[in-house]
C-alpha cells in the first residue's frame, strides 16, 4: 500500500478526511444561507429569483456543486465506514452503562444527527433543486427578462405546516451536530492551543445556533406570516 | 474510629457481577449479596469479603485484576455501574471507597469491554494490545557511554510540565472501556505527545506515530470521534488535548517521514 493510501485508510487519516469535508460543508452553509436571506427582501421574489438564475447557470458555481457532492459523498462514506468499524470494536455491550455522566449528547450520536440531516436533504433537494434543475416551474419576467418563479415554489412550499416543521427538525438536527462537529473539526486537524481553542468552541458554539436558526427562519416567517396572521 | 462516624454505619449491598469461566465461555450477570460492608473499605476490599464469603461456600471467587491497591500501578479496572473505575472522577478502583455507596444498594460491576480487550476470566481482560502498541514506538534512542550530567539538555518548564502530565498514564486501560468507540487514542496518544514534546524523543518522532498509530489500528481498537469520555474517566487526568497532538503529529509524519 503506498503511502498516501496507508494514511487515509488509518483511523486518524479516515477521521481528517470527516473534518476536511466537514469544514467544508460549513463554509458551504453560511454561501447557503447568506444567498438565501433574499428570500426576506419584500420584492416579490425578484432578487431571489435572479440569485437562483446565476447559481443554476454561472459555470463557477456549477464546478463547485461538483466539488460540494464530493464534499458531502466523502463525508458521509468516511464517517460510515468509521461507524462500523467503530461499532464492531464492542460485540458485547455493557448490561448497564452511564455515558451521560461523562459526555454530552451530540458527541455520541452523530451518526443519527447526520443521519436525520441527510433524510432532511433529500427531502429538500427533491423539492427545490430537482424542480429548479429538472422541473418546470413558471415564468416571471423581471426586468423585461424572464426568469424561473422559484420564490413561488418556495413560498408556497413554506405554507404547509408539515413541511415547515420538516424543516425546523432538520435544522435542530443541524444545531446539535454542528455543536460537536465544528470544534471537533479542528481537534482532528491537531489544531489545538490554549490560545485559541476557547475561541473556536465559542465560535462552534455561536456557529450552530446562528445558522440552523438563520435558516429555519424563512419556513416559519412565510408560515407565521401568511398562514398563521392572515 | 469507624464506630464514632455516622456515615460509618455497615451496609447490605447486592451485587451483579459478570462471571465468566474463560476467555471461550459465555458470561452471565450473577447476582450476590454481601453484608456489613464498612464504608471505609475501599471497593476492591469489599470484593475481598464477598470473595470470602463465596469460597466459604463452596463457590469459585471472582477473578478481578488488582496489584498495588495505591492507585498508581494501573492494574485493578471493573466498570462499575455504568462506569468506567466506578462513579468518582479522576479515580482508580482501588481509591474507590464504600462511602460512595449507599446501605441497600445494586451495584453492577462488568469487565472493560472491547473486542482487543479479550475477557480472560470474569472481570479480568487482557491488555496487552496496549503493551504492543508501546512496544512499536513508545522508547527513545539513548547513548551509550558516559552518565550525562543532570539538566544537560535544557527543556521549557511549561514542556517539562505537559510532557509529565502525558507521562503519568498508568496504561489501566479506562478510556478503551469507556470510550463509545472502544478507541485506545487517549493511551496512545499520551504516550505519543510526551516522548514527540521532549529533545530526547526527536530521533524517532515521526517513525514512532506512525508505527503506533498502525499498532493501535492492527489490534483492533476503534476511532476517536472527539466525545471526551476517555479523558472524563481517566483516572490520572490525561487531557484530551493530546488527541489533537497525536492527529498533528501523525499527518505531519504521513506526510514528512522518509518511510514510503
Not at chain 1, 89 to 106: G, H, I, L, M, T
Not at chain 1, 118 to 144: C, D, K, S
Not at chain 1, 169 to 179: D, E, F, M, S, W
Not at chain 2, 213 to 238: H, R
Request: net charge neutral.
Amino acid at each position: 500500500m503506498s503511502w498516501f493510501s496507508k494514511t487515509f485508510s488509518s483511523s486518524i487519516g479516515r477521521k481528517l478526511l470527516v473534518a476536511v469535508t466537514g469544514l467544508f460543508l460549513c463554509s458551504f452553509l453560511v454561501v447557503h444561507l447568506v444567498g438565501n436571506l433574499q428570500l426576506f427582501k419584500g420584492d416579490g421574489g425578484a432578487s431571489f429569483n435572479i440569485y437562483s438564475h446565476f447559481m443554476a447557470t454561472n459555470p463557477l458555481i456549477r464546478t463547485m456543486e461538483i466539488v460540494l457532492v464530493l464534499g458531502f459523498g466523502f463525508h458521509i462514506y468516511e464517517a460510515l465506514v468509521l461507524t462500523r468499524r467503530n461499532k464492531s470494536v464492542r460485540p458485547v455491550a455493557y448490561a448497564y452503562n452511564r455515558p451521560q455522566d461523562n459526555s454530552n449528547w451530540s458527541s455520541r450520536n452523530m451518526g443519527l444527527l447526520g443521519t436525520v440531516i441527510l433524510v432532511f436533504l433529500i427531502i429538500h433537494l427533491y423539492n427545490f433543486f430537482w424542480r429548479a434543475r429538472f422541473g418546470e416551474p413558471n415564468m416571471i419576467p423581471i426586468e423585461g427578462t424572464d426568469y424561473d418563479d422559484l420564490y413561488s415554489v418556495v413560498v408556497q412550499s413554506f405554507h404547509l405546516w408539515w413541511y415547515v416543521l420538516i424543516y425546523v427538525l432538520g435544522q435542530i438536527a443541524l444545531g446539535y451536530h454542528l455543536y460537536h462537529g465544528f470544534s471537533s473539526a479542528f481537534h482532528t486537524l491537531g489544531l489545538n492551543h490554549k490560545k485559541y481553542t476557547p475561541a473556536i468552541q465559542k465560535f462552534g458554539a455561536f456557529f450552530s445556533i446562528v445558522v440552523p436558526a438563520g435558516f429555519a427562519s424563512m419556513p416559519l416567517y412565510f408560515f407565521i406570516k401568511d398562514v398563521v396572521l392572515s | 474510629m469507624a464506630g464514632n462516624n455516622p456515615n460509618s454505619k455497615p451496609m447490605n449491598l447486592t451485587l451483579r457481577v459478570w462471571r465468566q469461566k474463560n476467555s471461550q465461555a459465555a458470561g452471565t450477570l450473577e447476582t450476590y449479596q454481601v453484608k456489613d460492608i464498612s464504608p471505609e473499605m475501599s471497593f476492591l476490599e469489599m470484593m475481598d469479603v464477598l470473595n470470602e464469603d463465596l469460597l466459604r461456600s463452596g463457590v469459585d471467587p471472582i477473578a478481578f485484576d488488582h496489584d498495588c491497591r495505591e492507585g498508581i500501578c494501573g492494574m485493578c479496572s471493573l466498570y462499575i455501574n455504568g462506569r468506567a473505575h466506578g462513579p468518582e472522577r479522576g479515580t482508580t478502583t482501588c481509591q474507590l471507597h464504600m462511602r460512595k455507596f449507599s446501605d441497600g444498594d445494586t451495584i453492577t460491576i462488568e469487565p472493560w469491554r472491547a473486542g482487543p480487550f479479550p475477557i480472560l476470566k470474569d472481570l479480568c481482560v487482557d491488555r496487552s494490545a496496549l503493551d504492543r502498541i508501546q512496544q512499536a514506538g513508545g522508547y527513545i534512542s539513548v547513548n551509550t557511554g558516559g552518565v550525562p550530567d543532570a539538566n544537560e539538555i535544557p527543556i521549557p518548564k511549561p514542556i517539562a510540565d505537559k510532557a509529565f502530565d502525558a507521562a503519568t498514564c498508568i496504561q489501566c486501560g479506562a478510556c478503551v472501556a469507556a470510550c463509545k468507540n472502544g478507541s485506545a487514542m487517549l493511551f496512545t496518544s499520551a504516550k505519543v505527545s510526551q516522548l514527540a514534546m521532549l529533545p530526547q524523543g526527536q530521533v524517532e518522532r515521526k517513525t514512532r506515530v506512525e508505527n503506533m498509530v498502525a499498532q493501535m489500528d492492527k489490534e483492533g481498537f476503534g476511532a476517536c470521534t472527539n466525545i471526551g469520555s476517555c479523558a472524563a474517566e481517566c483516572p490520572v487526568g490525561i487531557s484530551l488535548e493530546n488527541i489533537a497532538m497525536l492527529n498533528r503529529e501523525y499527518i505531519g509524519a504521513s506526510f514528512t517521514s522518509e518511510n514510503v
